[in-house]
């Protein structure tokens, strides 16, 4: 048998949660957007976990497309642990029996912003398809839920705050479409506190940042994935801007290790940001890419760096390493490396 492309990495997860997993043995999951980039990494980490710690426990995976996922995934959606569940979020019929643990992580990443044509479309499936989700939850009496929410929900990053804590209480603009996203997320969130209140779900909000891994569409608004397809491709490693916007990028493998322990031990109606709290601009990060790569590539910048500050989009994480313990373990350069490394050889 072939060795898993993600073994390193699930051992890593694994390594990192081994005391977490307990509260799964014998329970039943339900996984909203199990198919997209979130999801695949907590069935790829749920597995593994499943399988060595023999938990005996079962995924069900909400998606819209069985089919389409078989084919994306077919190790994942063939697994005895995981049943596929057809449906769409915002108005799936509800599965029988009863669930310990739900985690809703459905909305399109390759449309996270809200794509110009379809913003209503966005803001429609997170808020409907949040609010169905609850009441699934509610019904069945399942006592644990985790939302992926969203740093989007901050609104723009002021250029003299360098990160954002979780207490920064800037909103986006309600008036610009290309919002629906991060008002989606406000919405998602404040539905799950109303939750909490009227059922006492236990609501957990993860709210993520940038990150890089297997996984990640290359092909999308995304620019460290954009940049990692021009390696793959030959080069050059193009930058469609400027160059100075900052970001942070945290590997998969942690964002799975701090996505289960938000779930398992973080408080309830209290958000944290998941992401990392070392800043590089878009160019560094094209830099590095384009350095990483085997024979490295060229890098070419577009535009000219304007006069105005650079724009931000940076997490402070300081609550969850002082309230959780997690901090990210897997360097910039090392997350890069491992990421061209899973996708030149698909």
Same mark, same amino acid.
């Given at each position: 048998?072939?060795?898993?492309?993600?073994?390193?990495?699930?051992?890593?997860?694994?390594?990192?949660?081994?005391?977490?997993?307990?509260?799964?043995?014998?329970?039943?999951?339900?996984?909203?957007?199990?198919?997209?980039?979130?999801?695949?990494?907590?069935?790829?980490?749920?597995?593994?976990?499943?399988?060595?710690?023999?938990?005996?426990?079962?995924?069900?995976?909400?998606?819209?497309?069985?089919? *389409? =996922?078989?084919?994306?995934?077919?190790? @994942?959606? /063939? &697994?005895? !642990? $995981?049943?596929?569940?057809?449906? #769409?979020?915002?108005?799936?019929?509800?599965?029988?029996?009863?669930?310990?643990?739900?985690?809703?992580?459905?909305?399109?990443?390759?449309?996270?912003?809200?794509?110009?044509?379809?913003?209503?479309?966005?803001?429609?499936?997170?808020?409907?398809?949040?609010?169905?989700?609850?009441?699934?939850?509610?019904?069945?009496?399942?006592?644990?839920?985790?939302?992926?929410?969203?740093?989007?929900?901050?609104?723009?990053?002021?250029?003299?705050?360098?990160?954002?804590?979780?207490?920064?209480?800037?909103?986006?603009?309600?008036?610009?479409?290309?919002?629906?996203?991060?008002?989606?997320?406000?919405?998602?969130?404040?539905?799950?506190?109303?939750?909490?209140?009227?059922?006492?779900?236990?609501?957990?909000?993860?709210?993520?940042? *940038? =990150?890089?891994?297997?996984?990640?569409? @290359?092909? /999308? &608004?995304? !620019? $460290?994935?954009?940049?990692?397809? #021009?390696?793959?491709?030959?080069?050059?490693?193009?930058?469609?801007?400027?160059?100075?916007?900052?970001?942070?990028?945290?590997?998969?493998?942690?964002?799975?290790?701090?996505?289960?322990?938000?779930?398992?031990?973080?408080?309830?109606?209290?958000?944290?940001?998941?992401?990392?709290?070392?800043?590089?601009?878009?160019?560094?990060?094209?830099?590095?890419?384009?350095?990483?790569?085997?024979?490295?590539?060229?890098?070419?910048?577009?535009?000219?760096?304007?006069?105005?500050?650079?724009?931000?989009?940076?997490?402070?994480?300081?609550?969850?390493?002082?309230?959780?313990?997690?901090?990210?373990?897997?360097?910039?350069?090392?997350?890069?490396?491992?990421?061209?490394?899973?996708?030149?050889?698909?």
């Amino acid at each position: 048998m072939n060795p898993h492309p993600l073994e390193q990495d699930l051992d890593h997860i694994l390594n990192h949660t081994r005391g977490l997993w307990e509260e799964l043995r014998g329970a039943r999951l339900f996984l909203t957007g199990g198919t997209g980039f979130f999801g695949c990494w907590l069935l790829e980490s749920f597995t593994w976990a499943n399988d060595r710690l023999g938990l005996g426990a079962e995924a069900v995976v909400l998606t819209r497309n069985p089919e *389409a =996922f078989h084919k994306k995934a077919p190790h @994942l959606a /063939a &697994h005895p !642990a $995981v049943r596929l569940y057809a449906g #769409d979020v915002r108005d799936f019929a509800f599965p029988p029996g009863a669930f310990s643990h739900v985690i809703h992580a459905a909305t399109d990443v390759g449309n996270r912003r809200g794509a110009p044509e379809q913003p209503m479309e966005t803001l429609d499936t997170i808020v409907t398809g949040t609010r169905r989700v609850l009441d699934f939850a509610a019904a069945c009496g399942t006592p644990k839920l985790l939302l992926a929410s969203s740093g989007t929900v901050y609104g723009r990053q002021q250029p003299e705050l360098t990160h954002l804590p979780e207490t920064y209480s800037s909103t986006p603009n309600p008036l610009e479409p290309l919002s629906a996203y991060g008002e989606g997320k406000r919405l998602a969130e404040n539905l799950c506190a109303q939750y909490l209140a009227r059922h006492g779900i236990q609501t957990k909000i993860a709210r993520g940042f *940038a =990150f890089v891994g297997p996984y990640l569409p @290359l092909d /999308a &608004h995304f !620019a $460290v994935g954009n940049f990692i397809r #021009d390696a793959l491709r030959g080069g050059p490693v193009a930058v469609n801007g400027d160059g100075t916007p900052y970001r942070s990028y945290l590997y998969a493998a942690d964002l799975a290790v701090w996505l289960w322990t938000i779930l398992f031990r973080a408080p309830a109606g209290r958000p944290y940001n998941v992401g990392s709290g070392e800043a590089v601009t878009i160019l560094e990060t094209a830099r590095i890419v384009a350095a990483t790569a085997t024979p490295p590539r060229a890098v070419t910048v577009a535009q000219s760096p304007g006069l105005g500050p650079p724009q931000r989009y940076v997490p402070d994480v300081a609550r969850a390493k002082a309230e959780l313990g997690l901090e990210p373990t897997v360097p910039l350069a090392e997350a890069i490396r491992r990421t061209l490394r899973y996708y030149g050889k698909k």
